[in-house]
Nanobody
Framework: QLQLVESGGGLVQPGGSLRLSCKASGFTLHAYAIGWFRQAPGKEREGVSCMDTGRNTYYADSVKGRFTISKDNAEGMVYLQMNSLNPEDTAVYYC?????????????????WGRGTQVTVSS
């Protein structure tokens, strides 16, 4: 069964760090691009980062230099390391599967999604 399951969210103080994980199962991870999206209350879901099959990466301007995407094909895992977090990063974070990374990330290009993990940045 194809699944994407996020974990690693939580409450963190401004300036802190979190590492999100996305466990992929039921498909061959190295054959797909994986994107991270987030959705804050009352806002549209927005693309954060993507890694394609060639391990090329893309980051939204709002997270560039602070977030890092990585992938372990053997373990079926995709990670999002988030540093220097601020309250504007508060959202539910989702991982999703696509054939390729679009720039900017487009939700419509992703066919399977996880259920999300909550990240709250607050003092």
């Amino acid at each position: 069964q194809l699944q994407l399951v996020e974990s690693g969210g939580g409450l963190v103080q401004p300036g802190g760090s979190l590492r999100l994980s996305c466990k992929a199962s039921g498909f061959t991870l190295h054959a797909y691009a994986i994107g991270w999206f987030r959705q804050a209350p009352g806002k549209e879901r927005e693309g954060v980062s993507c890694m394609d099959t060639g391990r090329n990466t893309y980051y939204a301007d709002s997270v560039k230099g602070r977030f890092t995407i990585s992938k372990d094909n053997a373990e079926g895992m995709v990670y999002l390391q988030m540093n220097s977090l601020n309250p504007e990063d508060t959202a539910v974070y989702y991982c999703a599967r696509s054939w390729y990374c679009t720039i900017p990330l487009s939700k419509s290009e992703y066919d399977y999604w996880g259920r999300g993990t909550q990240v709250t940045v607050s003092s």
